[in-house]
C-alpha cells in the first residue's frame, strides 16, 4: 500500500484487547507469582535471555538481509515506535513461528519457517504484530513463559508447588495478548485482506499449484465460532488449555470482527489514544474484559448444560421402567 498511514504517537493502548489486560491482571494476582519473575530474571538475566535466543541466528541490519531490514524500518515508521530500535533476528527452524522476548532491551526473532511461508506483504503482518507486542510490553511476561514452559518449573528451584495455575494463568494471558498483537500486525500493514490471509497460511500452509480462498476460511472460522453440538463448547475450552497460542480461524474472526466495529477504521482517521492519554477509565476495560469472558463462559455454560441434560433424559430413558412407558430390559433389579 502505497498510501500507508503513520500513526504519529499512537499509544499500545489503542489496539489492547480488554481480555488482554484481564488475564494479565488475573496472572499478576496468582500467589507466588511475583516471586517467579523475580527469580527467572535473577537467574537467567537479560545478558542470558540474549544468549539464550539468538546463539545460533542472524541478526538483521543493512549489510544483513537488507531488504528485511528496510521492511522492519517501515514498520517501526508505520507504528511510530520511539526510542531504541529493537534488534531483529532471523532464526533457522521449520517451525512457522516469531517471538519477541527480553526483559529491558526486548528484540524480535523471526523463525526462517515463517519466512518461507510469507509474502513480503504478510511479513510486514507478521513484524507488526511482534512489535505490537514489544510497545504493549508483553516481552518480559512472553520470555518467562518461554523459559518455564520449555525449560521446565523445575529448572527454577521453588517452583513445584504452584506450576500448574501459573502454567495455565500464563498460557491464558499469552493466547490474549496475541489478540492484541494481531490488531497491530493488521494496523503495521493497512490491509485486511494480506492480514487475514496470513492466518489462513499459517493453519493451511502454501496451496502450492491449487487454489485458496479466504472467504471460505473465514466461513470456516464462523462455523468454528458458533457451529457445531453442544459439547463442542466445552472441547473449544479443553483443547486451548495447552496453546500458547489461539486457533488461527479463531484469531482472523477476531480480527474481522474488531475490524467491522469500526474501531480500526477509527485508527486510520487519527482518532486514537496518544502516550498519556488518560481518557477511558480503567473500570471500562474491565467491563468489556467481563462482557468478554462472560459470553465465553455463558456459552460454555450452556453447552456444558445442555449436554447434562441430555445424559440425564437418555439415562431416564435407559433404566425406566415398563410399567412406566420403558423399553424391554429396563425394569426395577431384583430385590
Known amino acids: 500500500m502505497a498510501d500507508r498511514k503513520v500513526l504519529t504517537d499512537i499509544s499500545s493502548t489503542a489496539w489492547e484487547h480488554p481480555a488482554d489486560k484481564a488475564a494479565l491482571q488475573t496472572l499478576r494476582a496468582i500467589p507466588g507469582f511475583d516471586e517467579v519473575v523475580r527469580?527467572?530474571?535473577?537467574?537467567?538475566g537479560e545478558r542470558g535471555v540474549r544468549l539464550f535466543f539468538t546463539a545460533d541466528s542472524v541478526r538483521v541490519g543493512p549489510r544483513q538481509r537488507p531488504?528485511?531490514?528496510a521492511l522492519y524500518s517501515e514498520v517501526l515508521e508505520?507504528?511510530?515506535y520511539k526510542g531504541e530500535r529493537p534488534e531483529l533476528f532471523v532464526s533457522q527452524t521449520p517451525f512457522v513461528n516469531a517471538m519477541a522476548v527480553g526483559f529491558e532491551r526486548p528484540f524480535i526473532v523471526l523463525n526462517s519457517g515463517a519466512l518461507g511461508l510469507l509474502d513480503r506483504e504478510e511479513r510486514r503482518v507478521l513484524i507488526g504484530h511482534e512489535l505490537g507486542h514489544i510497545m504493549s510490553g508483553h516481552a518480559t511476561y512472553t520470555t518467562i513463559?518461554?523459559?518455564?514452559?520449555n525449560a521446565g518449573f523445575t529448572a527454577i528451584p521453588g517452583l513445584g508447588l504452584i506450576a500448574l495455575p501459573i502454567q495455565l494463568a500464563l498460557l491464558e494471558w499469552s493466547r490474549k495478548a496475541e489478540l492484541s498483537a494481531d490488531r497491530a500486525g493488521l494496523l503495521a500493514s493497512q490491509d485486511p485482506t494480506?492480514?487475514?490471509?496470513?492466518?489462513?497460511?499459517?493453519?493451511?500452509?502454501?496451496?502450492?499449484d491449487d487454489e485458496s480462498?479466504?472467504?471460505?476460511?473465514?466461513?470456516?472460522?464462523?462455523?468454528?465460532e458458533v457451529g457445531g453440538h453442544a459439547i463442542d463448547g466445552v472441547l473449544k475450552v479443553l483443547n486451548l488449555l495447552f496453546r500458547s497460542h489461539p486457533f488461527n480461524t479463531a484469531r482472523a474472526a477476531e480480527l474481522q470482527r474488531w475490524q467491522k466495529s469500526g474501531a480500526y477504521e477509527r485508527i486510520l482517521a487519527g482518532d486514537y489514544p496518544?502516550?498519556?492519554d488518560d481518557t477511558r477509565p480503567l473500570g471500562d476495560d474491565v467491563a468489556d474484559a467481563a462482557d468478554y469472558y462472560g459470553a465465553q463462559t455463558r456459552q460454555a455454560a450452556a453447552s456444558v448444560g445442555d449436554v447434562l441434560n441430555r445424559a440425564r433424559d437418555a439415562?431416564?430413558?435407559?433404566?425406566?421402567s415398563p410399567g412406566n412407558g420403558g423399553g424391554s430390559g429396563g425394569g426395577a433389579p431384583p430385590a
Open 213 to 224: 480462498s479466504l472467504e471460505e476460511f473465514l466461513v470456516q472460522a464462523e462455523e468454528y
Open 315 to 320: 439415562f431416564n430413558t435407559a433404566f425406566r
Open 274 to 276: 496518544r502516550p498519556g
Open 67 to 69: 531488504k528485511l531490514d
Open 78 to 80: 508505520t507504528l511510530d
Open 145 to 149: 513463559a518461554l523459559i518455564l514452559l
Open 194 to 208: 494480506v492480514t487475514m490471509g496470513m492466518y489462513l497460511k499459517f493453519a493451511g500452509g502454501m496451496p502450492d
Open 39 to 44: 527469580k527467572v530474571m535473577g537467574l537467567i
